[in-house]
């Protein structure tokens, strides 16, 4: 079982920046496929950005070139480096870890952390 808790969101203004974490429990970290999710009132969960196990991304278009998905596998850390901050990017960010591990395909979510952008 694999437990995800992420941090670091807070209440910014437009054009701030913010880092997320999501740490993970466990000893397998390094082999799941990372993910960053967000949902916003009233919208589905969306993707925001993907990180492999060999470290290849992939950056929703609503992103790219503000924010910046990292891993640190000897932390069991993900981050989410999140610059130039807009209205639009209010939601409640989630982590997910994904992938085939053990021969089972496994999937967990954390609980989210809530990103504000406001003036």
């Known amino acids: 079982q694999v437990q995800l808790v992420e941090s670091g969101g807070d209440l910014v203004r437009p054009g701030g920046s913010l880092r997320l974490s999501c740490n993970s429990s466990?000893?397998?970290?390094?082999?799941?496929?990372m993910g960053w999710y967000r949902q916003a009132p009233g919208k589905q969960r969306e993707l925001v950005a993907r990180?492999?196990?060999?470290?290849?991304?992939y950056y929703t278009d609503s992103v790219k070139g503000r924010f910046t998905i990292s891993r640190d596998n000897a932390k069991n850390t993900m981050y989410l480096q999140m610059n130039n901050l807009k209205a639009e990017d209010t939601a409640v960010y989630y982590c997910?870890?994904?992938?085939?591990?053990?021969?089972?395909?496994?999937?967990?979510w954390g609980q989210g952390t809530q990103v504000t952008v406001s003036s």
């Open positions: 466990g000893s397998r970290f390094s082999l799941y496929r």
């Open positions: 990180i492999t196990s060999d470290g290849s991304t």
């Open positions: 997910k870890a994904d992938g085939v591990v053990g021969g089972t395909f496994q999937n967990y």
